[in-house]
């Protein structure tokens, strides 16, 4: 009995923690979608003024090359949520049973291997300094040609990887309480 209750419970969180996983994906998938939009309309620009106009500004460049990696970025976290982002060994994610939730936690330790430094240098620099982590760093720093702060461009690397974090924890608690995952048609 105690064993069922423990499972129901583990149940319970992995759904609301993927529903929570699920509703951040979609909307990093219109932030990805408006950022891709943002990107071909200033290097759009950029074109129309350099060649009918012959004045163009000097901002459309880097508005395109921050947004490219808003996109690329977001993008990713939701390559990640769906499983289309690139694998070495796609058939080990259709294992089940013991291997499977072995191989799940092999794959998540791996993730976290990778995304845990890149969090957590966002945040802090050397000796947990957060006034030397990168965002801060960054907020000191203003675009060349535009008059914002960089940590506007540079807060998409750690908010992506935080979303992976999310979907990685939504992935493992799904896997681990023998849940499916929610099939590739969810994802619009």
């Given at each position: 009995?105690?064993?069922?209750?423990?499972?129901?419970?583990?149940?319970?969180?992995?759904?609301?923690?993927?529903?929570?996983?699920?509703?951040?994906?979609?909307?990093?998938?219109?932030?990805?979608?408006?950022?891709?939009?943002?990107?071909?309309?200033?290097?759009?620009?950029?074109v129309?003024?350099?060649?009918?106009?012959?004045?163009?500004?000097?901002?459309?460049?880097?508005?395109?090359?921050?947004?490219?990696?808003?996109a690329?970025?977001?993008?990713?976290?939701?390559?990640?949520?769906?499983?289309?982002?690139?694998?070495?060994?796609?058939?080990?994610q259709?294992?089940?049973?013991?291997?499977?939730?072995?191989?799940?936690?092999?794959?998540?330790?791996?993730t976290?291997?990778?995304?845990?430094?890149?969090i957590?240098?966002?945040?802090?620099?050397?000796?947990?300094?957060?006034?030397?982590?990168?965002?801060?760093?960054?907020?000191?720093?203003?675009?060349?040609?535009?008059?914002l702060?960089?940590?506007?461009?540079?807060?998409?690397?750690?908010?992506?990887?935080?979303?992976?974090?999310?979907?990685?924890?939504?992935?493992?608690?799904?896997?681990?309480?023998?849940?499916?995952?929610?099939?590739?048609?969810?994802?619009?």
């Amino acid at each position: 009995m105690e064993e069922s209750h423990r499972t129901v419970i583990l149940r319970k969180l992995a759904t609301f923690i993927d529903g929570v996983s699920e509703q951040l994906n979609r909307l990093a998938l219109w932030g990805a979608v408006l950022a891709v939009i943002v990107m071909l309309g200033a290097a759009g620009w950029q074109v129309i003024a350099r060649y009918a106009l012959a004045q163009p500004p000097v901002w459309t460049e880097e508005l395109a090359r921050f947004s490219m990696v808003w996109a690329g970025l977001l993008g990713a976290s939701c390559a990640f949520r769906w499983k289309s982002d690139p694998s070495l060994f796609a058939d080990m994610q259709k294992k089940t049973g013991t291997l499977g939730k072995l191989l799940l936690l092999l794959r998540s330790f791996g993730t976290l291997v990778f995304i845990a430094p890149i969090i957590w240098y966002s945040i802090f620099g050397i000796n947990m300094n957060p006034a030397r982590g990168y965002i801060a760093r960054l907020a000191g720093r203003n675009a060349e040609t535009m008059d914002l702060p960089m940590a506007l461009f540079g807060i998409a690397i750690p908010l992506a990887f935080t979303l992976i974090l999310l979907h990685l924890i939504a992935a493992l608690l799904m896997g681990l309480s023998d849940q499916s995952d929610p099939p590739p048609s969810s994802q619009g």
